[in-house]
């Protein structure tokens, strides 16, 4: 923990259903790390995935934590309902130059592995290439699908 901060544990349930027993356990490891350093216990309900999301678990789930006496020290917060900070947040990361869109999908990950030499090894995950970084061609005319940060320049800027 850095001087000066506050120790802030948390526990980010998905509402899918009901919590099961390794997720009582991991939210009460959770609150007692969090009293165990005089900090503050937090509860992020993570309802992004909304197909997968299961109407009325988010509710179920708050209840079984109350029921269990781990009640958070904050209000809760609902990740569907923080979409303009994020977006404020991205736009600040595009602003800066850290951010940039990415047209790739999977296939096309692997593709830019194999092209290289580089045949996926069994069970193995491939990282991003930077195959839609600005210096390398950008998207192509392709339409984004997603945001990649450019850790390299993020490093440099910082002086990291």
């Known amino acids: 923990m850095r001087p000066g901060t506050a120790y802030r544990g948390r526990f980010a349930p998905s509402p899918t259903g009901l919590l099961h ?3 009582l356990v991991a939210a009460l490891a959770s609150w007692l790390d969090a009293r165990a350093h005089g900090g503050a216990w937090l509860v992020r309900i993570e309802d992004v995935d909304r197909p997968r999301c299961v109407a009325g678990a988010d509710a179920a789930i708050l209840e079984q934590l109350r029921a269990c006496s781990l009640t958070p020290d904050e209000p809760v917060w609902w990740q569907s309902r923080r979409d303009a900070a994020y977006a404020l947040a991205l736009q600040r990361l595009i602003d800066a130059g850290w951010a940039y869109p990415c047209a790739c999908t999977r296939q096309d990950i692997e593709a830019a592995w194999l092209a290289r030499g580089m045949p996926r090894e069994r069970h193995s995950a491939r990282p991003y290439p930077g ?15 997603a945001w990649r940060l450019h ?8 002086g990291l």
Do not use: K, N, Q, W
Request: proline share 8%; hydrophobic share 25%; aromatic share 0%.
């Open 21 to 23: 027993a390794g997720s």
């Open 131 to 145: 195959t839609c970084r600005p210096e390398h061609g950008g998207l192509r005319g392709r339409a984004p699908r």
């Open 151 to 158: 850790v390299g320049r993020v490093i440099a800027d910082r």
